[in-house]
């Protein structure tokens, strides 16, 4: 009877790790089309910026707008931004710059910054989730010195089938370089508070008695948008988070016996997108 029940109970835990997966599996596909979307539309606005003309005038001023027409060594008509058109003769003209883009988007290379991110992650070890999917949500709050450097304080949330997670972590990253359009660089460091999911679809046998966390460490690189008065972040990286946990499991006999797993370690590729103001 005790082998029959223990068969049972394996049974029950596959077809609800099955059916996590197909969850989590779908979860990550939405994720992946929504970063496809934003990346597509982002592109579009980019591409479709309006280019300007620069007219610098003998009496000091400067005019910006669109050419309509333009007679050489005579004059132009330039149709303002405001939409008022007007004509400008050759003698009045010092120079003109032309095809000019608004340079009107996300610069700050100090001061104080907040980041958001959400995103998912996979390839874990099999003894906690396997390939499975999991959603995790990340915050960091800092100071930035320079385009190349800022550092802050983070906090997130991982979610696991079998336990949640939340790490808090001192975060250091930055742009590599000065571009619209630019790669970045994080690395993060902390400790990973873990506890276990009371679930009740979950089987007596598959459930976490103990769950204690331990160091997290996350890197990597992406890239970053720069809009009007924010930027969008697309990040890839590696999370590794040590765990140590205490679970009771039915032998062949039906008996209740407890194993107590150390020096686990979660290894995971991640994915994210996200905001930094």
């Known amino acids: 009877m005790g082998l029959a029940?223990?068969?049972?109970?394996?049974?029950?835990?596959?077809?609800?790790?099955?059916?996590?997966?197909k969850n989590y599996s779908k979860y990550t596909m939405r994720l992946l089309l929504i970063i496809l979307v934003l990346l597509v539309s982002i592109g579009k606005t980019i591409?479709?910026?309006?280019?300007?003309?620069?007219?610098?005038?003998?009496?000091?001023?400067?005019?910006?707008g669109n050419i309509t027409e333009q007679v050489t060594n005579d004059f132009l008509i330039l149709k303002l931004r405001n939409g008022q058109e007007i004509t400008v003769f050759h003698e009045e003209v010092v120079k003109?710059?032309?095809?000019q883009k608004a340079a009107k988007y996300y610069k700050k290379e100090k001061g104080f910054f907040h980041q958001a991110t959400i995103g998912s992650s996979w390839?874990?070890?099999?003894?906690?989730?396997?390939?499975q999917p999991y959603f995790s949500a990340e915050t960091i709050h800092g100071y930035q010195f320079n385009h190349a450097l800022r550092i802050g304080l983070g906090a997130g949330w991982d979610y696991h089938p079998d336990f949640h997670i939340?790490?808090?972590?001192?975060?250091?990253?930055?742009?590599?370089?000065?571009?619209?359009?630019?790669?970045t660089y994080f690395a993060n460091a902390g400790y990973g508070m873990a506890w276990e999911r009371h679930n009740s679809d979950v089987s007596e046998e598959?459930?976490?008695?103990?769950?204690?966390?331990?160091?997290?460490?996350?890197?990597?690189?992406?890239?970053?948008?720069?809009l009007s008065k924010t930027a969008l972040i697309f990040n890839?990286?590696?999370?590794i988070q040590n765990l140590a946990t205490e679970r009771?499991?039915?032998?062949?006999?039906?008996?209740?016996?407890?194993?107590?797993?150390?020096?686990r370690r979660l290894n995971r590729l991640t994915i994210a997108v996200g905001v930094v103001f």
Request: aromatic fraction near 12%; charge should be positive.
């Open 96 to 99: 003109i710059k032309y095809n």
């Open 123 to 131: 390839k874990g070890s099999q003894r906690f989730g396997g390939n």
């Open 166 to 183: 939340v790490p808090v972590f001192v975060s250091i990253g930055g742009d590599i370089g000065k571009l619209r359009i630019v790669p």
């Open 47 to 64: 591409a479709q910026e309006k280019k300007f003309e620069i007219i610098y005038l003998k009496d000091g001023s400067v005019l910006k």
């Open 5 to 21: 029940y223990c068969m049972r109970e394996k049974m029950k835990i596959r077809l609800i790790n099955n059916k996590n997966m």
């Open 206 to 226: 598959n459930i976490y008695e103990d769950v204690t966390g331990g160091l997290m460490l996350h890197f990597g690189g992406g890239l970053k948008i720069k």
């Open 236 to 239: 890839v990286g590696y999370k």
């Open 248 to 263: 009771s499991f039915f032998d062949w006999q039906g008996r209740i016996s407890s194993i107590n797993d150390t020096d």
